[in-house]
């Protein structure tokens, strides 16, 4: 290639970078923001959601009953185990289960009462809501 035909290169290249730039901050946002566009219908396929906490109680399973009394605006938690290793697992799958229903990040602030529903003498600090000071 010969000297003329690099610079004349160098030139077409300067000036089709020129020309896209024209065209992406001068043409495209003149042209696009006089154009209508369409609006989209809004549809609603569901209706409005609300969590309502006192709706789904009792959570009842086999390990486990929760309950809630309006009046006192008490929880009451009766699990059940054979042992206390599977009650403290059965109580925090049910604390697990009361902060789902609640959409809670924590049951520190409400008024819950643990209790074994088989007669398992377990120690107080199991009958306690976990991970509250």
Known sequence: MNK???????????????????????????AFGQKRIASIPKVHLIGDVKADKISSFPLENDQYKISYEKRSET???????ADPATFVENKNKAQLD?????????????????????????SEEFLQVSNCR
């Open 98 to 122: 009361l902060k789902n229903a609640l959409i809670l990040e924590s049951l520190c602030k409400n008024n819950i009462i643990i209790s074994s529903a088989t007669g398992l003498k377990v």
């Open 4 to 30: 003329s035909s690099v610079v004349f290169l160098q030139i077409m290249l300067v000036g089709f970078t020129f020309a896209l730039l024209f065209a992406i901050f001068v043409v495209y946002p003149v």
């Open 75 to 81: 929880y009451y938690v009766f699990i059940k185990g």
